[in-house]
């Protein structure tokens, strides 16, 4: 019988490992072990012949009998329209990956004792619509509907300030360079302890761990190529050969960044050999990419309006940025402080089940922003706050009842009189310097068979080129004029910060003239 349980989720579902953490009520975050060696377990996913499912080390021990029924990688082909082939039958992306949610969900329901409360998955800030609705589905059809997307820069960040004091309106940037794939992306942390994206995060879907280890094996066969061309690859034991070189060259790639160099193994059929590699030719080999990288998180600063001096540090994120070259490039290049994250391959999933918890407005988005942040004032300039907007349109409104309200007492007294005068022409309310969302301008109309030619003398109100354009209500001395709300804005991304307005309002509504005299011809009889 299953406990009674309050507890949040996180899963990291990354290309080459996935990770869980649990958030209960006053407890700090916790990691989940996965795999009976470490807290994470392989993405890689074995789809037996009686539809059975094995995920993790027993899916990779498959892939030595049975290699044509494992599939690895799969998050880089979400989106991607052609289905995968597994041993003859199609196996579309989004649906693997909803099951390995499903799978985790269910290890952690088992080990807690319940269900979690809520669900918060990550993925790439740099996903859009199409991505993130194929990701839906998949996990849809796995039966997880009620789940929170958070971006892994953001779970990052939360998982970094709950760390390291961040004070609020502090700004760091992303660097997360994982097992497959690339994003940066600037943050800022708000007043009420969340953090706000901004700018435009910037990805590169196929960069990552499997490809340096990639660079590692061509590396290798490149000195024994004369051997790797009389192999046999039908044969299974030349299959399984080849497995285990390249398991040793990811193990030297990652030993590269503790050492200077390492030796290589090589095992093959009727070959023994070892490859030596040094730490400078592999960053050699690989600076290219990791240069495009720092290029990338450069763009991303720009398009948050900031130069690298405005941030507070870069924050690393991913197995893969535990390479030396990735810091001494970002500290050379952009001269900022670097913080490395005490570890690496579960903070994600660490950082999402504390958003999770806190609930947060930034959990609320379904897609990653597409353009970069809209700044019309000082980023040291105080943030108008969403609760006084409703104050200041209910005396725009008041402004303009009254204004209404004089017009039709001015009416009925000329109309006592025998005139038909109904008012000047564009008589305005409006409050100065304050955003356009919130200037409602009433125009009266002028009946020019009745009233006399004059001009307003109000002044036009300018308002900032980012804000959108006022709402104008024509209004008559028998309604009051309607006034329409400012229209929402629909990308929660871009971020338009606006001087707040000034305490004082001014309504420019001038009197009109005095009546006729009383005519002095006698009545006629």
Same mark, same amino acid.
């Given at each position: ?161 709950? %760390?390291?004091?961040?004070?609020? /309106? ?6 997360? @360079? +994982? $097992?497959?794939? *690339? &994003?940066?992306? !600037? ?5 009420? %302890?969340?953090?706000?994206?901004? /700018? ?6 196929? @960069? +990552? $761990?499997?490809? *340096? &280890?990639?660079? !590692? ?309």
């Amino acid at each position: 019988m299953l406990r009674a349980v309050v507890y949040q989720l996180g899963v990291d579902l990354g290309t080459t490992f996935t990770a869980a953490a649990v958030h209960r009520t006053s407890t700090s975050a916790e990691v989940v072990a996965l795999s009976p060696r470490s807290a994470s377990v392989a993405s890689v996913l074995y789809l037996g012949e009686d539809s059975g499912v094995l995920v993790g080390e027993a899916a990779e021990r498959r892939a030595v009998t049975d290699p044509e029924r494992v599939i690895r990688e799969f998050k880089r082909r979400i989106g991607d329209p052609t289905p995968l082939m597994v041993a003859g039958s199609p196996q579309h992306a989004h649906e693997l990956t909803g099951f390995l949610a499903r799978w985790v969900v269910d290890r952690v329901t088992e080990r807690e004792g319940a269900a979690p409360d809520r669900i918060a998955i990550t993925h790439p800030a740099g996903w859009g619509p199409h991505k993130m609705a194929r990701l839906t589905e998949g996990l849809r059809a796995a039966g997880l509907d009620d789940v929170v997307f958070l971006t892994e820069p953001e779970a990052a960040a939360v998982h970094y300030a709950s %760390a390291q004091r961040i004070e609020p /309106g502090g700004t760091i940037a992303v660097y997360d @360079l +994982g $097992g497959g794939t *690339f &994003d940066a992306a !600037v943050l800022r942390r708000t007043e009420c %302890a969340g953090f706000e994206l901004l /700018g435009r995060p910037e990805g590169i879907e196929r @960069l +990552g $761990g499997i490809d *340096f &280890d990639e660079v !590692v094996f061509d590396h290798v066969r490149a000195s024994i190529t004369d051997v790797v061309d009389e192999l046999d690859p039908e044969d299974p034991v030349t299959v399984a050969a080849v497995a285990r070189l390249r398991r040793d060259c990811t193990e030297a790639k990652e030993a590269l960044s503790t050492d200077t160099e390492v030796t290589i193994p090589v095992l093959l059929p009727g070959t023994r050999a070892q490859i030596r590699l040094v730490r400078g030719e592999f960053e050699a080999m690989i600076r290219p990419a990791l240069d495009d990288t720092v290029e990338a998180l450069r763009r991303t600063v720009r398009s948050a309006g900031l130069e690298p001096e405005d941030l507070a540090a870069v924050l690393l994120v991913g197995g893969s940025s535990r390479i030396p070259l990735v810091a001494q490039l970002i500290s050379m290049e952009l001269g900022r402080p670097v913080a490395v994250d005490t570890d690496q391959s579960t903070s994600v999933a660490t950082g999402a089940a504390l958003a999770a918890f806190d609930a947060r407005p930034v959990l609320t988005r379904t897609a990653p922003p597409t353009r970069p942040v809209v700044t019309t004032a000082p980023l040291s300039a105080p943030r108008q706050r969403g609760r006084k907007r409703p104050k200041i349109i209910v005396g725009a409104t008041g402004i303009m009842a009254i204004g209404v309200a004089a017009l039709a007492a001015v009416t009925w007294a000329d109309r006592s009189t025998g005139t038909t005068t109904t008012g000047e022409p564009n008589q305005t309310a409006t409050v100065p310097n304050a955003p356009a969302e919130l200037n409602v301008r009433a125009t009266v109309p002028q009946n020019p068979a009745t009233s006399p030619s004059r001009t307003s003398s109000s002044a036009p109100t300018t308002t900032p080129a980012s804000a959108s354009k006022p709402t104008t209500t024509t209004a008559t001395t028998t309604a009051m004029p309607r006034i329409e709300p400012p229209t929402p804005v629909v990308e929660p991304p871009v971020t338009t910060t606006f001087s707040p307005p000034p305490p004082s309002v001014t309504s420019s509504i001038e009197t009109p003239p005095p009546p006729d005299p009383p005519s002095t011809r006698p009545p006629a009889p």
